[in-house]
T-cell receptor
Framework: GQSLEQPSEVTAVEGAIVQINCTYQTSGFYGLSWYQQHDGGAPTFLSYNALDGLEETGRFSSFLSRSDSYGYLLLQELQMKDSASYFCAVENYGQNFVFGPGTRLSVLP | DAGVTQSPTHLIKTRGQQVTLRCSPKSGHDTVSWYQQALGQGPQFIFQYYEEEERQRGNFPDRFSGHQFPNYSSELNVNALLLGDSALYLC?????????????FGNGTRLTVT
C-alpha cells in the first residue's frame, strides 16, 4: 500500500519560520510535490522535488531525502495569508498523485 | 488563459440517484484526473483520462465512471449514490510529455447526498 504522514496542525506567528514534514511509503516514486489549499478553494501547486536536496521558490522551500522517504516544506517570513492547509503528494508512474492527509497551518498576528 | 473549470459548483442529490460532473482542462493540457476530497482530508485519486481512455484508476468502485472527449474535457459519473459519496470532487489537468507537469485544480463540485 501507499501512505503519507503529515502533522495535522501547525501554529506560528507572523514573520516566523515553520517546517511541515512529510514521510511516505509508496510502491513507486517519481517525486514529491506540495500543494496549498485555502478554505473553500482549490489546491494550488507550490513546489516539486524529484531529486534529493532543497528547492527554493521565494519564501517557500522544499526538501527531499529519497533514502529516508522524507520531505519537508519550509515557509519563511510567515504572513496571515499563508493560513491554509498544506498537502504533500507523491507522484507515481503516469502522473498519479497520492496526497497526504494535510497539515492545517494557522498564522497568528 | 482560462484555468480548469468545473460545473456545477454545488449539487444536492438523493441516495440512489445518479450524477454527472463536468470539467474543462486548462488550455494546453491533455490529461484530466479526478479526485474526491472529504472534509478535512486530502484528495483521493479516483481515475485519470488521457487520449480519451482511462489510464489509471484508484481504489473506487465501478459506480464511479468517466469519459474524456476529443477536446480533452471530461465527465465524472457516479451511479447509485450513497451518503458516503458526499464530498468535494476536484478535477485536475496536466500535460503528458517529457518533464514534470504539476496538477492544476478546478474549484471543485460540492456534492451532497441526502
Amino acid at each position: 500500500g501507499q501512505s503519507l504522514e503529515q502533522p495535522s496542525e501547525v501554529t506560528a506567528v507572523e514573520g516566523a519560520i515553520v517546517q511541515i514534514n512529510c514521510t511516505y511509503q509508496t510502491s513507486g516514486f517519481y517525486g514529491l510535490s506540495w500543494y496549498q489549499q485555502h478554505d473553500g478553494g482549490a489546491p494550488t501547486f507550490l513546489s516539486y522535488n524529484a531529486l534529493d536536496g532543497l528547492e527554493e521558490t521565494g519564501r517557500f522551500s522544499s526538501f527531499l531525502s529519497r533514502s529516508d522517504s522524507y520531505g519537508y516544506l519550509l515557509l519563511q517570513e510567515l504572513q496571515m495569508k499563508d493560513s491554509a492547509s498544506y498537502f504533500c503528494a507523491v507522484e507515481n508512474y503516469g502522473q498519479n498523485f497520492v496526497f497526504g492527509p494535510g497539515t492545517r497551518l494557522s498564522v497568528l498576528p | 488563459d482560462a484555468g480548469v473549470t468545473q460545473s456545477p459548483t454545488h449539487l444536492i442529490k438523493t441516495r440512489g440517484q445518479q450524477v454527472t460532473l463536468r470539467c474543462s482542462p486548462k488550455s494546453g493540457h491533455d490529461t484530466v484526473s479526478w479526485y474526491q476530497q472529504a472534509l478535512g482530508q486530502g484528495p483521493q485519486f479516483i481515475f485519470q483520462y488521457y487520449e480519451e481512455e482511462e489510464r489509471q484508476r484508484g481504489n473506487f468502485p465501478d459506480r464511479f465512471s468517466g469519459h474524456q472527449f476529443p477536446n480533452y474535457s471530461s465527465e465524472l459519473n457516479v451511479n447509485a449514490l450513497l451518503l458516503g459519496d458526499s464530498a468535494l470532487y476536484l478535477c485536475a489537468s496536466s500535460f503528458t510529455g517529457t518533464g514534470y507537469s504539476p496538477l492544476h485544480f478546478g474549484n471543485g463540485t460540492r456534492l451532497t447526498v441526502t
